[in-house]
T-cell receptor, first 111, second 112 residues
Framework: DGGITQSPKYLFRKEGQNVTLSCEQN?????MYWYRQDPGQGLRLIYY???????QKGDIAEGYSVSREKKESFPLTVTSAQKNPTAFYLC??????????FGSGTRLTVV | ELKVEQNPLFLSMQEGKNYTIYCNYS?????LYWYRQDPGKSLESLFV?????AVKQEGRLMASLDTKARLSTLHITAAVHDLSATYFC????????????FGKGTLLTVNP
């Protein structure tokens, strides 16, 4: 079955620590996205990539970094510069902007 | 830059009643999406609306798009408890820009 897989489902980060969230898709989609969701804020775009080895900042990129070395993979690193990282993170992919598919999400908590 | 506004943000309704969620967007959006989200879960795609006057229906939900008014609506008919969830609309900027811009969501609670 084609789909998009996020891992881990739950992640705990200590102060000052970098953590990486995984996002893998086997849908052969060119474009991939990372969104952050906070209660009452809807989904806000962190980074997106429309092609391998290229990505653009979204609306709230500060404190985050990404890479797109393979078409299937778009990992998100939450760096220590992100002061309020506790949130629900959703990865998505699309083919030429049609039919967006969302992963099941990663809940990140600072401890 | 596309901006999307939903209202209401909170909606409590009784079973059997009808209601409408509104989604306004600021600039041209070449398609409009509606999603459902249950607590702690991912987004479930409900509708994609591509052109002015588009109307789509699935069960008790019906979505429409008026591109001239930059308005989409999600109408709920004879609500049932199972429809309780958060509903999001999202617009796409158009051209080669595929990113979606979301509204803040409408938390719908259907009471017996």
């Amino acid at each position: 079955d084609g789909g998009i897989t996020q891992s881990p489902k739950y992640l705990f980060r200590k102060e000052g620590q970098n953590v990486t969230l995984s996002c893998e898709q086997n849908l052969n989609h060119d474009a991939m996205y990372w969104y952050r969701q906070d209660p009452g804020q809807g989904l806000r775009l962190i980074y997106y990539s429309q092609i391998v080895n290229d990505f653009q900042k979204g609306d709230i990129a500060e404190g985050y970094s990404v890479s797109r070395e393979k078409k299937e993979s778009f990992p998100l690193t939450v760096t220590s510069a992100q002061k309020n990282p506790t949130a629900f993170y959703l990865c998505a992919s699309s083919a030429a902007g049609d039919g967006y598919t969302f992963g099941s999400g990663t809940r990140l908590t600072v401890v | 830059e596309l901006k999307v506004e939903q209202n209401p943000l909170f909606l409590s309704m009784q079973e059997g009643k009808n209601y409408t969620i509104y989604c306004n967007y600021s600039t041209t959006s070449d398609r409009l999406y509606w999603y459902r989200q249950d607590p702690g879960k991912s987004l479930e795609s409900l509708f994609v609306l591509l052109s002015n006057g588009a109307v789509k229906q699935e069960g008790r939900l019906m979505a429409s798009l008026d591109t001239k008014a930059r308005l989409s609506t999600l109408h709920i008919t004879a609500a049932v408890h199972d429809l309780s969830a958060t509903y999001f609309c999202a617009g796409r900027g158009g051209g080669s820009n595929y990113k979606l811009t979301f509204g803040k969501g409408t938390l719908l609670t259907v009471n017996p």
